[in-house]
Nanobody, 124 residues
Framework: QVQLVESGGGSVQAGGSLRLSCVYV?????MGWFRQAPGKEREGVAA????????YYADSVKGRFTISLDIAKNTMYLEMNRLKPEDTAMYYC????????????????????WGQGTQVTVSS
């Protein structure tokens, strides 16, 4: 069984930065971050393969966010820079334990394990 605990959310002004952390236990194939704002669908933000060799980013965050994995510490990070009000959402750590395709990582329905969420609020 995979278990996830994310943290690091908070309130910042536009242009600021935050670093989210997700501590994980168990065997995974892919790990990632999703976000969901009120009234909107959950969307994939970024993902990284368990070995750290493959990464994915949503177009809306590419160049601003960086996903990374510290295997020794069993921790995944999401460094968020130049934050915008539209980044405001509940951010969830997620894990997969099976194979995937490059073009479906962003689909929340293929992921099986979810953390409890951490709120990110960006003020204009």
């Amino acid at each position: 069984q995979v278990q996830l605990v994310e943290s690091g959310g908070g309130s910042v002004q536009a242009g600021g930065s935050l670093r989210l952390s997700c501590v994980y236990v168990g065997d995974t194939t892919l790990m990632g971050w999703f976000r969901q704002a009120p009234g909107k669908e959950r969307e994939g933000v970024a993902a990284v393969s368990a070995g750290g060799t493959i990464t994915y980013y949503a177009d809306s965050v590419k160049g601003r966010f960086t996903i990374s994995l510290d295997i020794a510490k069993n921790t995944m990070y999401l460094e968020m820079n130049r934050l915008k009000p539209e980044d405001t959402a509940m951010y969830y750590c997620a894990a997969k334990t099976s194979a995937w395709y490059d073009d479906n990582w962003h689909r929340s329905e293929i992921w099986s394990i979810w953390g409890q969420g951490t709120q990110v609020t960006v003020s204009s």
